[in-house]
């Protein structure tokens, strides 16, 4: 009679794929030269829901393109000065000068870079790379966490009390270092 292994292979499997992909994470955002342009909404903005790489979307009157605002590019203290935009406000967005020469097309999704309204400051180029870097670590982290925890897991049988209390820790110092916006917030 053959033993029969206690290793679980997907396990292994997922969790190499997912520390290679928490490793491979580009932290580095491209900085390229923005255009600054002045529109009036065509409609309130709208919080981008389901699975989408945006937290903000909205349209103008003078382009038909979709312009997002990206997941955690606006900084927490002016985030409902953001969702708060109406219909017929002007602002002044900053793009990428390769979006600024789709504007006329209509058909490309426009990525906002910097937003201001009546000269206040709602997100600047800066914020903007600072906290997508800090989402892009995020995200590595927690990848690393899973394939950590898949492999363990694949290898190792791990009462599953452990593997509760080791992600109840994780879950905690995030929501920590979060909240008192520390570490990666």
């Known amino acids: 009679m053959a033993k029969k292994s206690n ?3 997907y396990f292994i499997f997922i969790g190499i794929l997912m520390l290679y992909f928490g490793l491979s994470n580009n932290v580095t955002s491209k900085r390229t030269e923005l255009q600054k342009i002045t529109v009036e909404l065509e409609n309130d903005i709208a919080s981008a829901k ?3 790489t945006a937290d ?5 009157k003078t382009f038909k393109n979709r312009f997002n605002i990206l ?3 606006v900084s927490k203290g002016k985030q ?5 935009l109406k219909k017929g406000q002007k602002v002044d967005l ?13 058909k490309n999704e426009i990525t906002v870079i910097g937003l201001s309204l009546n000269g206040n400051s709602l997100m600047t180029p800066d914020e903007f790379y600072h906290n997508r870097e800090w ?11 899973l394939g950590f925890m898949l492999l363990l897991n694949g290898l190792a049988k791990i009462p599953q009390k452990i593997n509760y209390i080791l992600i109840g820790i994780f879950i905690a110092a995030i929501a920590i270092m979060r909240f008192f916006e520390i570490g990666i917030y």
């Open 94 to 106: 900053l793009i990428k000068s390769s979006d600024f020469e789709n504007l006329s097309e209509g």
């Open 50 to 52: 389901g699975r989408s």
């Open 56 to 60: 903000y979307k909205f349209w103008t």
């Open 135 to 145: 989402y892009k670590i995020r995200q590595g982290l927690f990848a690393l966490f």
């Open 80 to 84: 409902d000065a953001v969702a708060n």
């Open 7 to 9: 290793r679980n292979w």
């Open 71 to 73: 997941n955690a590019s």
